[in-house]
């Protein structure tokens, strides 16, 4: 596989979407509830629920196939998508008796991997796990997203009309009924920030391709990714600073500042109820707002 040239620009962006009715990030540590602020009630998602979303939805569009395989994946072992790599290359790992099994050839895996793997070259990646193809740091990273209003989690209950097992369908006598807990969020507009960074891409090898693949990832992703539990998610907008050079001619905070959220009604229930402006008068020089949603 030849080598693609790296973007050159560096870029910040504003991502928003939303949730109706469903639970948009659950939290394993309390019982699978929507993510909270506890100090705030602000609504949470994580940068690693946002880019499992990205990763899904380019495996989808792409059909896993080499420059866009996806390596952190349902079900994957790294070590075995690690071990591709020297076996694509013909390096022999049976002789090398390391703790981590690579040696010298280390920088030839981490290239491989880099220019196979979308999500590698990208959010950057861990790969020293056993069979070792090094470690990325990736040109694009992700915040947190958090909603713009408070938010109230619902508990619901909801009943299966059917039992796992005979042993419970006798203790109920035949009535077969299951109880359960569902958790939503009425409505929830959230806000995550991103930035990519010329200087790692240059590192990892992530293209302009990837780039114009990434914006088509975060406008579609939850079109793909709809479920019972998520209720119905949406992209609703995604502004993009591009700068002239790869460092950049303003600070990203500042530049943030640009697009404002505010609440028209509380409690908010729908996208409507919220203004979203976005001030593009008098960029600062060398930088260009790109408006790909909103």
Not at 109 to 126: K, L, P, S
Not at 136 to 161: C, D, K, W, Y
Not at 260 to 273: C, H, I, K, N
């Amino acid at each position: 596989m030849t080598d693609v040239a790296p973007i050159q620009n560096r870029y910040d962006f504003v991502l928003l979407f939303d949730v109706v009715d469903g639970n948009p990030n659950g939290d394993p540590d309390a019982g699978n509830l929507p993510r909270v602020d506890p100090e705030t009630g602000f609504g949470l998602v994580t940068d690693v629920c946002i880019k499992r979303k990205v990763r899904n939805y380019v495996g989808l569009a792409r059909e896993e196939t080499p420059p866009h395989e996806i390596y952190i994946k349902e079900r994957a072992v790294l070590n075995r998508q690690n071990a591709r790599a020297y076996e694509a290359l013909g390096i022999d790992l049976e002789g090398d008796k390391g703790k981590r099994k690579g040696g010298d050839h280390v920088e030839e895996a981490r290239r491989w991997m880099c220019q196979n793997f979308f999500d590698v070259r990208t959010f950057g990646a861990v790969m020293s796990t056993g069979i070792n193809c090094g470690q990325v740091r990736g040109p694009v990273q992700i915040s947190f997203a958090r909603s713009i209003n408070p938010v109230v989690t619902l508990e619901h209950s909801i009943t299966r009309m059917a039992v796992a097992t005979e042993g419970e369908a006798d203790k109920q006598g035949g009535d077969n009924r299951t109880m359960g807990r569902k958790y939503t969020i009425p409505y929830g507009l959230y806000r995550s920030h991103g930035f990519i960074s010329a200087h790692l891409a240059t590192q990892t090898g992530f293209s302009e391709d990837d780039l114009q693949l990434l914006w088509e990832s975060l406008t579609t992703m939850f079109e793909h990714d709809h479920s019972a539990a998520r209720g119905q998610m949406a992209t609703r907008g995604l502004y993009v600073f591009k700068h002239a050079n790869a460092l950049g001619k303003a600070p990203s905070h500042e530049l943030f500042g640009r697009i404002r959220v505010e609440s028209r009604q509380t409690p908010a229930r729908g996208f409507e109820d919220f203004a979203v402006s976005v001030d593009d008068a008098g960029l600062p020089e060398g930088v260009e707002l790109l408006r790909f949603m909103g």
